[in-house]
């Protein structure tokens, strides 16, 4: 307990935060606070295990592992996957490793014992050197674990008392449902192991306010970091993808020349490109890059509403004409689901832009340690989706392989983590407009570690699912 917080009577767990816009440093490193996590939030959630394109057959498995949790998640057929506590009913040896394929079930290493996929024990050698109730049917079966599919990916929860998946990442879920999510493929992913706690990681990707200084290539033309560049608050129909537009102070052009305002999307479009090695995908851009003579109204307001209309437009027939499927874009923008990050409690992040997206998952390793990583997704014509991906080996958060942008971000994380252990720093000072999700996030954690029921905890986490750049909300408790 740290004495400074002098709240303790009524807290019920240490550096709980007790002003929304001030998190208290010790969460990011204290091991007794990792330790109520590790207790009290992640057996309760919904963590995303795999992506389903990593299992695409009968028999196809990958191990998701947590602290000291090992699940396999399998595909039993081609509706069907289920998840497995990874250890012998015999022993408790772990049945397998990383990935593979085991169409004909898991044989254990030691004593040979085997598992249909479906979890049923099918193999004993000698059975009548045990006991008979050593033996019992049932308790032989693998120890299930609970587990529900979305947008493309298996999740697990280790709470059977849990509400389901869906209730549980709403407005999340019904966002990406109205973009077809679920159709998106790996294109790459790659892992980086991060000297930094998990949730420090998280909060890099959780708000746009770092944008300016963190990567000033994103800047609006002729802008530099510094007082004429703002954050202005837009309405929907103006910013879809962001509730914050980046602009200078400098007053709106009043007539808008089509070609160039469209040279200049396409600029930003190849940017964030070259910037994440994808999320705007190379054929959107392709598909904007046709559109580069279309006459736009001369206004600003205008030419930003029609170009964004009619390149939703032409992305779709595009994706549809090559057989792939997609949502209408201009009906998620008009629902306001256009926004570009997009979060997921407790560690998952989706960025759909246009066609494709990125998407992040991020997994505590120790109090100062995480595994962050970074899928590139789009979609593919029906018949040309690449081959089954690989576990990617954690790289460092400098290696080179890392695209620009992501590369950016991480530059800052050490030296966060580090600059979280100095003398008199005692909290983080969040923006209550901007950084507000870092709040709310860190605030349902506190939900959990302070033991509360589902009452309370669900429509907690509907203030949380969704967009970034949000305010601090009052989650109820
Ligand atoms: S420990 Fe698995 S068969 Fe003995
Ligand atoms: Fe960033």
């Known amino acids: 307990m740290n004495a400074s917080l002098g709240r303790q009577a009524e807290t019920p767990h240490p550096y709980a935060i007790q002003r929304p816009d001030r998190i208290p440093v010790q969460r990011y490193f204290d091991a007794e606070f990792y330790a109520l996590e590790r207790e009290k939030l992640w057996p309760r959630v919904w963590q995303m295990a795999c992506r389903l394109e990593e299992i695409p057959k009968p028999g196809d498995f990958v191990v998701y592992e947590i602290f000291d949790e090992s699940v396999i998640v399998t595909r039993v057929d081609a509706n069907t996957v289920k998840a497995f506590h990874n250890a012998c009913r015999h022993r408790g040896v772990q049945l397998v490793q990383d990935r593979g394929s085991a169409p004909d079930g898991f044989t254990c290493p030691f004593h040979g014992w085997q598992w249909k996929t479906d979890g049923k024990c099918k193999f004993v050698y000698s059975p009548t050197l045990f006991e008979k109730d050593q033996l019992k049917g049932q308790d032989l079966a693998l120890r299930e674990c609970r587990l529900e599919t979305w947008g493309g990916c298996a999740f697990i929860n280790f709470d059977n008392n849990a509400p389901s998946l869906r209730e549980s990442i ?20 790659l892992a980086a192991r991060l000297p930094v706690n998990w949730k420090l990681a998280m909060e890099a990707f959780m708000e746009g306010y770092h944008v300016m200084a963190t990567h000033p290539q994103l800047l609006p033309p002729g802008a530099t970091a510094g007082p004429d560049t703002v954050y202005a608050k837009m309405p929907p129909e103006l910013s879809p993808m962001s509730p914050f537009l980046t602009a200078t102070t400098a ?49 600003m307001l205008g030419a930003m509403t029609t170009f964004r209309k009619m390149l939703n437009e032409a992305v779709v027939a595009d994706h549809r004409k090559q057989g792939m499927d997609i949502g209408d874009l201009n009906d998620v923008d008009r629902k306001n689901y256009a926004t570009s990050v997009n979060f997921c409690f407790p560690h998952y992040f989706l960025l759909p832009t246009f066609g494709s997206a990125s998407s992040y998952r991020i997994r505590p390793l120790g109090p100062e340690e995480c595994l962050f990583e970074l899928w590139s997704l789009t979609r593919f014509p029906p018949g040309t989706e690449p081959p089954r991906i690989k576990t ?78 949000v305010p601090v909300a009052d989650l109820g408790f």
């Open 392 to 469: 990617p080996t954690p790289m460092g958060p400098d290696d080179p392989r890392w695209p620009p942008i992501p590369q950016q971000d991480f530059s800052n994380l050490p030296r966060q983590q580090r600059g979280l252990h100095t003398r008199g720093f005692e909290f983080m000072r969040l923006s209550n407009q901007m950084e507000g999700l870092i709040s709310n996030y860190q605030r349902l954690i506190d939900g959990y570690l302070a033991g509360q029921g589902y009452d309370k905890l669900l429509p907690a986490a509907h203030k949380v699912s969704g967009s970034i750049d």
């Open 170 to 189: 709403e407005p999340f879920a019904t966002m990406h449902d109205a973009w077809h999510v679920e159709s998106l493929r790996t294109e790459w992913w």
């Open 251 to 299: 007053p709106m052009p009043d007539t808008v020349k089509s070609r160039e305002f469209i040279e200049m999307n396409l600029y930003y479009m190849r940017l964030l490109n070259e910037g994440m090695a994808g999320m705007t995908h190379a054929k959107d851009i392709r598909t904007a890059e046709a559109l580069v003579d279309a006459p736009l109204p001369a206004d």
